[in-house]
T-cell receptor, first 112, second 116 residues
């Protein structure tokens, strides 16, 4: 079984500040991990994913995430927030049947 | 990149009627599609896994007779909400699994269902 916990349902940052969104997972198999972004009333867009290999994964829009097996974490970061980053972010882990289990989501408002 | 469409994008219906939502992979073939439900300010919950040419697999607690899923071709899956009630009002999102290359799921834009 898989589960995902996102710490902080609401993380506010200022424009230009570091973005850090936390995600911890549990998985009975080697995890495939994902970060998605959702803008209001829209579907999900893939930011990045970890499957195997390099633990630091770079995604779109300047985001990156690091897989840390010892900490069962996959935190999402971006050095400098833009106003356009304001959205909701979901961390997910893939199960053995390719279904995704999502965390509860983190809303990221960006203050000017 | 791969594109998944949903139709309609929003629908309002009366209680007791049935509503069909279509999910299409536009430029790739998807042997597997997934249907999710998202309540306001909540996460996505997997409802069912749809495999082309076979019966859908429903998650625990999801009524298969209430939410009929058909995956008749490699590019189309449909979700029919039968005898809809106000508690079925939600945002329904599908995803399609592209097997070739990176083996990635692509999400549709979602369908907002409001049952009066």
């Amino acid at each position: 079984a898989q589960s995902v916990t996102q710490l902080g349902s609401h993380v506010s940052v200022s424009e230009g500040a570091l973005v850090l969104l936390r995600c911890n997972y549990s998985s009975s198999v080697p995890p495939y991990l994902f970060w998605y972004v959702q803008y209001p009333n829209q579907g999900l867009q893939l930011l990045l994913k970890y499957t195997t290999g390099a633990t630091l994964v770079k995604g779109i829009n300047g985001f990156e995430a690091e897989f840390k097996k010892s900490e069962t974490s996959f935190h999402l970061t971006k050095p400098s927030a833009h106003m356009s980053d304001a959205a909701e972010y979901f961390c997910a882990v893939r199960g053995s049947n390719y279904q995704l289990t999502f965390g509860q989501g983190t809303l990221l408002p960006v203050n000017p | 990149g791969a594109v998944v469409s949903q139709h309609p994008s929003w629908v309002i219906c009366k209680s007791g009627t049935s509503v069909k939502i279509e999910c299409r992979s536009l430029d790739f073939q998807a042997t597997t599609m997934f249907w999710y439900r998202q309540f306001p300010k909540q996460s996505l919950m997997l409802m069912a896994t749809s495999n082309e040419g076979s019966k859908a697999t429903y998650e625990q607690g999801v009524e298969k007779d209430k939410f009929l899923i058909n995956h008749a071709s490699l590019t189309l899956s449909t979700l029919t909400v039968t005898s809809a009630h106000p508690e079925d009002s939600s945002f329904y999102i599908c995803s399609a699994r592209e097997v070739r290359g990176a083996d990635t799921q692509y999400f549709g834009p979602g369908t907002r269902l409001t049952v009066l």
